[in-house]
């Protein structure tokens, strides 16, 4: 079993404001990262997918980043909106996810 | 349009009671996988499987049997429930085992046994 930790395990922001939490992973035989939202009662989506050291990627106001060598990724929200708030879970390679970070954008 | 479809949504059922959750998929992915989702424990893997007839464990199978005889469906069947099954499950699918691919979820069956 392959430890994947997220946090924060929740965050509440402002509308407007910009937030980023972080999933670490072990950093040795490197598989791939997924990043899905999750939102209430529905099934977790797949955000991006990041495979190769220093991958960076974006989908409008959401991006991340990913460092291999030292086994973690951020996700960056800009200017987050109520639409935003979702669980992110961090899938690593396709078998082994965080605890995911519940995020609560206020109007 | 590309779905799982998991069904029941909702179940209440007793200790020892069999019973199974459907999960089909229509993209022909040949990867499918179940897991559970407790409070504070994230997503466990249940089962997996890497095409028809091919079937593995996960992380936690204790208590729990699966079949994949079609490419399309992975039932989940509790032989015998009980109640620390008490859980909200989810199938999954994708392409295959490469890890770059993301997996496809179901919405999820949310199970109390008694």
């Known amino acids: 079993i392959l430890n994947v930790e997220q946090s924060p395990q929740s965050l509440h922001v402002q509308e407007g404001d910009s937030t980023n939490f972080t999933c670490s992973f072990p950093s040795s035989n490197f598989y791939a990262l997924h990043w899905y939202r999750w939102e209430t009662a529905k099934s977790p989506e797949a955000l991006f997918v990041m495979t190769l050291n220093g991958d960076e990627k974006k989908k409008g106001r959401i991006s991340a980043t990913l460092n291999t060598k030292e086994g973690y990724s951020y996700l960056y929200i800009k200017g987050s909106q109520p639409e935003d708030s979702a669980t992110y879970l961090c899938g690593y390679g396709q078998f082994y996810f965080g605890t995911g970070t519940s995020l609560t954008v206020i109007p | 349009e590309a779905q799982v479809t998991q069904n029941p949504r909702y179940l209440i059922t007793v200790t020892g009671k069999k019973l199974t959750v459907t999960c089909s998929q229509n993209?022909?992915?040949?990867?499918m996988s179940w897991y559970r989702q407790d409070p504070g424990l994230g997503l466990r893997q249940i089962y997996y499987?890497?095409?028809?007839?091919v079937t593995d464990k996960g992380d936690v199978p204790e208590g729990y049997k699966v079949s994949r005889k079609e490419k399309r469906n992975f039932p989940l069947i509790l032989e015998s429930p009980s109640p620390n099954q008490t859980s909200l499950y989810f199938c999954a699918s994708s392409w295959g085992l490469g890890s770059n691919q993301p997996q496809h979820f179901g919405d999820g069956t949310r199970l109390s046994i008694l």
């Open positions: 993209m022909n992915h040949e990867y």
């Open positions: 499987s890497m095409n028809v007839e």
